[in-house]
Nanobody, 116 residues
Framework: QVQLVESGGGLVQPGGSLRLSCAAS????????MGWYRQAPGKQRELVAT???????KYKDSVKGRFTISRDNTQNTVYLQMNSLKPEDTAVYYC??????????WGKGTLVTVSS
């Protein structure tokens, strides 16, 4: 089993920054692809960013240039640095871990609210 715990969410003004963290524990290895997803009220969950064990990254188009995903394999932690935040970034952000056999694990989420 893999456990994921997110932290770092909160209320921020437009243009501000937040850094989300996801601590992984249990039967997880550095081979897992780690990612961040988000779900806004009334909308489906969507992919924000992913990072492979080798450090290759992918981003949702609307966050490119503003968000940066990174991981520390020694600490089993993945981060999402979010800059230039916009009201449309408001959502619950979920950490995801995908095993080499495509099994998905999810955290409980952390709320990010971008509002003045």
């Amino acid at each position: 089993q893999v456990q994921l715990v997110e932290s770092g969410g909160g209320l921020v003004q437009p243009g501000g920054s937040l850094r989300l963290s996801c601590a992984a524990s249990g039967s997880i290895s550095s081979l897992y692809v780690m990612g961040w997803y988000r779900q806004a009220p009334g909308k489906q969950r969507e992919l924000v960013a992913t990072i492979t064990s080798g450090g290759s990254t992918k981003y949702k188009d609307s966050v490119k240039g503003r968000f940066t995903i990174s991981r520390d394999n020694t600490q089993n932690t993945v981060y999402l640095q979010m800059n230039s935040l916009k009201p449309e970034d408001t959502a619950v952000y979920y950490c995801n871990a995908r095993s080499p056999t495509w099994r998905d694990y999810w955290g409980k989420g952390t709320l990010v609210t971008v509002s003045s």
